[in-house]
């Protein structure tokens, strides 16, 4: 039996995604407060459990958790042949045989007889995606950082970022904690003098702080994070935590950067690792480097995580785009963007 996590933003959001990633048969085992806010919540996708798991998981929620929920839903009967053959694509892009088939089913259950099969599940894996919203708002600079492993495009995408923001006439500066690699700085440096913006750079032991960032008279500063969290997320929870505290004028966006090819475990790893973060969203990356690309899309859905930007390419003046729900649902289809 493998247990997997779901989050929303309530109780209710979280039961429906649920419901949604793993279907009618899910079992939800236990809730509780998700770092960050909301709500996380243990799912299984088999059922029906076996009389001996029942027992245990209600004996483990009695003893320890105290809040077990269990539900339990009918099994979905055979596809039909076109939704079988959009099924098999989706296994073909990475997705994993239970999700395809969870999102085929409810496709199909929707779907009217003259609807052609992709489509219906296009739309199906649409409306499972979150879309992180990025509002402006005027007289509150917004710090954003991307954070997650080395080499997964964290500076490369930040520099992308800025590059959209100064043709979107914004005023920018950059900062970065990666300030003891060899190298690191100088790179961030070159990007900043190409952008025209200023850098800061913050010592190890500097704590994050607007002044600090020289936030004043920008609109945005694009905080470069050194892939290590455990040197990057404590300063940043704290920053989080100074400004709620204190600061109305400047606000803190993280964003996880998952890289495409990234195994399913590798995902959980980061995500588990970044945990304590209060995430804006997340930014997927190095789209051009697989034709898989649905593990990281079936895990941004499980966790609710709303996607903000796409990367398929090194080059600084193109390859990023704002994650719309209609270009995820054509990776998850196509195993690329058209
Ligand atoms: N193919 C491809 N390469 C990318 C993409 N994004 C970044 N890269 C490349 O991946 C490599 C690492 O990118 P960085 O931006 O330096 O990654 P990082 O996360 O900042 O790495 P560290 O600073 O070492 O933690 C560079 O060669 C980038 O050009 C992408 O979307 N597609
Ligand atoms: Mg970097």
């Known amino acids: 039996m493998q247990i997997h996590r779901v989050r929303g933003i309530d109780l209710t959001d979280a039961l429906q995604r649920a419901r949604r990633t793993y279907g009618e048969g899910a079992v939800v085992i236990s809730q509780e407060d998700a770092p960050g806010g909301g709500i996380m919540l243990a799912v299984t996708d088999r059922a029906p459990l076996l009389p001996e798991e029942m027992a245990a998981l209600q004996e483990h929620g009695a003893n320890s958790l105290g809040k077990v929920q269990l539900k339990s839903f009918p099994r979905e ?16 892009t990475g997705c994993s045989e239970a999700w395809s088939a969870r999102i085929c089913h409810r496709a199909s259950a929707l779907a009217e007889p003259e609807d052609h099969p992709m489509d219906t599940v296009a739309t199906a894996i649409a409306s499972e995606v979150r879309i992180a919203t990025l509002p402006k708002t005027p007289g509150v600079t917004r710090v954003i950082s991307f954070v997650g492993n080395t080499g997964v495009g964290k500076t490369t995408g930040l520099v992308k970022l800025g590059a959209r923001l100064v043709r979107g006439r914004r005023k920018i500066g950059l900062a970065t904690l990666d300030s003891r690699r060899v190298g690191a700085v100088e790179q961030y440096r070159a990007y900043a003098e190409l952008l025209g913006a200023p850098l ?29 969290p455990a040197h990057d997320q404590p300063r940043l929870v704290q920053f989080h935590e100074s400004l709620n505290r204190s600061d109305r004028t ?10 495409a090819t990234s195994s399913r475990s590798a995902l959980k790893e980061v995500s588990e690792a970044y945990g304590d973060v209060p995430l804006a969203g997340c930014v ?5 480097e697989t034709r898989q690309p649905s593990p990281v899309l079936e895990h941004v859905i499980e966790l609710g995580i709303p996607v903000a930007f796409l990367s398929n390419g090194q080059d600084i003046g193109k390859n990023f785009q704002r994650a719309t729900p209609e270009l995820l649902a054509d990776l998850v289809l196509l195993g690329r963007i058209e």
């Not at 913050?202 to 600090?212: H, M, N």
């Not at 400047?250 to 890289?259: G, I, K």
């Not at 997927?284 to 051009?288: F, V």
């Open 77 to 92: 009967g055979d596809l039909s042949p076109g939704f079988e053959e959009v099924r098999r694509r989706l296994i073909a």
């Open 200 to 228: 800061v750079t913050l010592k190890a032991d500097q704590v994050l702080s607007p002044e600090a960032l020289g936030t004043v008279g920008q609109d945005v500063i694009l905080l470069d994070t050194t892939g290590r």
């Open 250 to 259: 400047t606000r803190l966006d993280a964003f996880l950067v998952f890289p």
């Open 284 to 288: 997927i990356t190095k789209l051009d």
